[in-house]
């Protein structure tokens, strides 16, 4: 890895916006976040005991979260070493003993068959052209009732031509805009069961927020040690993308959706339930909610 007082101004230029993490050291998020990760936590019923594999670990959010949270042995897998590295010095300050990180190809993962008892595998199912490979490689790894937590994100408006090619751009990867119909058939195996599904929203973030955000980051200690025009660059570079991102987002939505392999012969569901906001009493008398 170059040294960050080495990284010229061209360098900052060339690098996608998964490398600028590593450098910055950002907390990269899966879809949702902490939410997302307490969600699929519970979902999957995990345990002190169980074993998870988070494919994409990238600074180690969702790995970290569930080892402090749960307890259980956790494996992060990434192909960048610089966000690998701030993973790693991530799990060191918080004393996590029970947490590794490794450098890996989600596509060529060296584990043994039914290894793990939860793999999540994030937004990473959207940045491939056929994640139907990738999808099987990753039930391999699972145990016998093990589950596969995906959160994929899709469009829900279409989006300017421009604004996919340069998100594309960013992250190095050739898009193809997927919508949510679309996006989630690519991900219904024959051989797996939906336990859980739910659709999500992105809100919208100002200007304001997005600087004030930039600032935070870019204000750590361990950048001072960048040349004044690399940091310039820097700057610049980071604030585009988050610009670019929050533009982007604002075009998305995103499902957490649980599969688990083998399918059961219940009878479908006929009498399913909806969730009631607090404070919503629909059609009860005026005499019923004056009790409640």
Do not use: W
């Amino acid at each position: 890895m170059m040294a960050l007082s080495d990284l010229t101004p061209d360098d900052i230029n060339r690098m996608s916006y998964n490398e600028l993490i590593g450098i910055v050291r950002e907390t990269n998020r899966p879809p949702g976040g902490r939410r997302s990760v307490h969600e699929i936590a519970a979902r999957c019923f995990l345990r002190p005991e169980s074993r998870v594999l988070d494919v994409g670990t990238s600074t180690g959010f969702t790995a970290i979260e569930l080892a402090r949270t749960v307890g259980c042995e956790i494996v992060g897998v990434d192909i960048n070493e610089e966000s690998l590295e701030e993973a790693r010095r991530r799990a060191r300050r918080l004393g996590l003993s029970r947490i590794s990180f490794i450098r890996g190809d989600a596509h060529d993962l060296a584990f043994e068959d039914r290894s793990f008892d939860l793999v999540i595998a994030g937004n990473l199912v959207s940045l491939v052209p056929d994640p139907s490979e990738l999808l099987s490689q990753l039930v391999r790894l699972l145990s016998a009732n093990g589950c596969l937590a995906l959160t994929p994100m899709y469009y829900i408006q279409a989006p300017p031509v421009d604004l996919v090619a340069d998100v594309g751009k960013a992250i190095k990867v050739e898009l193809a805009p997927r919508f949510r119909a679309e996006a989630l058939r690519t991900l219904r195996l024959p051989d797996c069961e939906v336990v859980y599904s739910a659709d999500f929203e992105f809100e919208e973030v100002t200007e304001d927020r997005i600087a004030d955000f930039c600032q935070q980051i870019l204000s750590r200690s361990h950048l001072e040690s960048l040349l004044p025009r690399s940091r310039d660059a820097l700057r610049e570079v980071y604030l585009s993308y988050m610009k670019l991102f929050a533009r982007n987002l604002s075009h998305m939505g995103f499902t957490i959706l649980i599969l688990r392999p083998g399918t059961t012969s219940d009878d479908p569901e006929l009498f399913s339930a909806v969730a009631i906001p607090a404070g919503v009493t629909r059609n009860l008398p005026r005499e019923m909610v004056a009790k409640l």
